[in-house]
């Protein structure tokens, strides 16, 4: 039997799954050999967000914070405050000009930087012309981090723009409500300051990474170090969720399917077969595919069905002999990974009794859908 248990409170398949490749990939001495170092995973994570617009929801977000706090601060008395933080911002001249000034070396600093990923980029795309090359140009794409660097400069070099006005600031002091107190806008200011450095290390290691990709021995440890990180834990990953959701028809539940007999039972990745009723039905608009399956909630609702079905046999309710001699069954028809879309027919009941408005709502928690690998 599983124990589901290692998946967290809720036995995530996912979660499961991360533990053991994580694991195996620790006892592998390729796959240390090869793994990346933990400065390279930080700069990675910082730069997960990917896509232009998430960055600079995120800054709004943040800037709102700040305007809220120093909208809340205006309306406590400032003594006790160096004399440093006293300064008016605005109308100090003085504390005005700095952040202008500063804010203008940054912007300069961040456009040079990637006018050199963008001459970089091209460079590498003529030299990698050839033989596996769309390959190659994608191993590059991933090892360089060209997309996340690119779309983070883009947003800073934005939103340095924007700020050169200080638009919410402007508009909380508009209304009167502002402090006087500078210090949230020289902790901006650091922000800036930390993620221009950011983007300038990611843009130091995508210079080297391009400039060890042009080499084909290389070419060839870049590409090794691609398998050991990404495409080994992906399709080792892809493999035992498949196996553990398949897995589940026979240890779900507390109760095994079984042919030879009539007891009530699940199947996972399974259409079924006669006639099933329709349980939960979801309509996805994009491609979609199953992610994850919280099995703990999932066992109890199976259980909790099959303990009624057999009292709804004993008050003679109904006879699951009678229904087909495989007993009364629920089937969950996704399969992980597998791409979905439309209206798709994912929990059906054969015999039994129906599902209560708690136990669906439940399922339908357990399941976890997203969009599919590869989709934008």
Same mark, same amino acid.
């Given at each position: ?13 996912? $979660? ?22 933990? =400065? ?5 994570? *910082? ?48 504390? $005005? ?27 590498? @795309? ?24 690119? =779309? ?33 806008? /020289? ?22 990474? !391009? ?8 070419? %060839?440890?870049?590409?090794?170090? /691609? !398998? ?8 080792? !990953?892809?493999?035992?969720? %498949?196996? /553990? ?11 095994? /399917? ?29 491609? @979609? ?13 199976? $259980? ?27 089937? *969950? ?5 597998? @791409? ?15 599902? @209560? ?9 357990? *399941?976890?859908?997203? $969009? ?5």
């Amino acid at each position: 039997m599983i124990d589901w248990h290692r998946g967290g409170c809720t036995g995530s398949i996912r $979660r499961l799954v991360r533990g053991e490749v994580r694991d195996h990939i620790h006892g592998n001495l390729s796959a240390r050999r090869n793994r990346y170092s933990l =400065a390279h995973r930080i700069l990675r994570r *910082f730069f997960s967000f990917g896509a232009f617009g998430k960055y600079l929801l995120f800054y709004i977000i943040l800037d709102l914070v700040l305007v809220a706090l120093e909208a809340v601060s205006s309306l406590f008395p400032q003594h006790g405050l160096p004399v440093w933080a006293t300064h008016g911002f605005p109308p100090d001249t003085a504390s $005005r000009e700095l952040l202008l000034s500063v804010s203008g070396y940054f912007l300069a600093a961040q456009a040079g930087a990637l006018g050199i990923v963008t001459l970089a980029l091209a460079l590498v @795309t003529l030299i990698a012309q050839g033989e596996n090359s769309d390959t190659d140009i994608r191993v590059y794409y991933h090892e360089s981090m060209a997309f996340q660097v690119v =779309a983070s400069s883009v947003a800073l070099l934005a939103i340095l723009s924007v700020q050169l006005l200080w638009p919410f600031q402007l508009v909380l002091h508009q209304f009167g409500l502002g402090s006087k107190n500078p210090l949230f806008e /020289y902790v901006m200011l650091g922000l800036h300051l930390l993620w221009l450095l950011t983007n300038l290390a990611a843009i130091a290691y995508f210079i080297d990474t !391009t400039f060890r990709f042009v080499q084909l021995s290389e070419r %060839e440890r870049i590409r090794e170090r /691609y !398998t050991a990180n990404i495409l080994f834990p992906l399709d080792l !990953t892809q493999r035992l969720q %498949e196996h /553990y959701y398949a897995y589940a028809t026979n240890d779900v539940g507390g109760f095994r /399917y079984n042919q030879h007999n009539c007891k009530p039972s699940a199947m996972f990745g399974h259409e079924g077969v006669g006639n099933f009723d329709v349980e939960l039905k979801s309509k996805f608009s994009g491609a @979609t595919s199953l992610q994850d399956v919280r099995m703990i909630p999932v066992r109890w609702v199976l $259980r909790r069905w099959s303990l009624r079905c057999r009292r709804a046999e004993q008050e003679s309710k109904y006879s699951m002999e009678s229904v087909n001699e495989l007993g009364p069954q629920i089937c *969950f028809t996704p399969h992980m990974g597998l @791409t979905m879309h439309g209206t798709v027919e994912w929990c059906r009941r054969r015999g039994g009794v129906p599902l @209560t408005c708690m136990e669906k709502c439940v399922l339908r928690w357990s *399941f976890v859908f997203g $969009r599919a690998n590869g989709e934008e």
